[in-house]
């Protein structure tokens, strides 16, 4: 009886407590997924830099712009994400289906034309072919980046 007395006077400091750990552990992996997405921006950031062997005029004028174009696709991407995994095809009928389809149809032109855009901004700043080795060092990014993911699997 006085153990169960006890337990009842502690429950809710215990509570507190496992609340407040739960709440540390989740701040500390989402610190480590912080401190680990900014390591993967810097290593993209090295390689397009190496790439595209920028003068101190050209980096002034690429990274601002940049990091807009970089900002605007992940948005797309986003998107594109969402609808492709909120909006299953399962249990629905065709037209629900192809209207998804169309939806991330619309998002890739949306990429596209962003892309194009874009590519017209960077040549103010940078050569045709500085924007061509900004789309290689891009593509060799990911291509490290899921090399890695896989060998971390």
């Known amino acids: 009886m006085n153990l169960q007395f006890e337990f009842r006077r502690y429950r809710n400091t215990f ?13 500390q992996a989402q610190r480590r997924s912080e401190e680990e997405i900014k390591r ?4 993209k950031v090295a390689i397009i830099t190496n790439r595209l062997n920028l003068t ?5 004028g690429f990274w601002p712009i940049y990091n807009e174009y970089a900002q605007k696709r992940r948005e797309i991407h986003r998107a594109q994400r969402k609808i492709i995994n909120d909006k299953k095809a399962e249990g629905q009928n065709d037209e629900a289906v192809l209207n998804n389809l169309k939806e991330v149809q619309d998002l890739r032109q949306k990429e596209l034309d962003l892309e194009k855009d874009y590519q017209n901004k960077f040549l103010k700043v940078i050569t045709a072919s500085q924007v061509i080795e900004l789309y290689k060092a891009e593509r060799t990014f990911n ?3 899921i090399q890695r993911l896989k060998q971390k699997n």
Do not use: K, N, R, Y
Not at 16 to 27: E, Y
Not at 40 to 43: K, L, R, T
């Open 56 to 60: 101190p005029e050209q980096s002034t």
């Open 40 to 43: 993967i921006q810097d290593a």
């Open 15 to 27: 509570a507190l407590l496992l609340l407040f750990i739960g709440a540390a552990s989740a701040a």
């Open 143 to 145: 291509d490290m980046l």
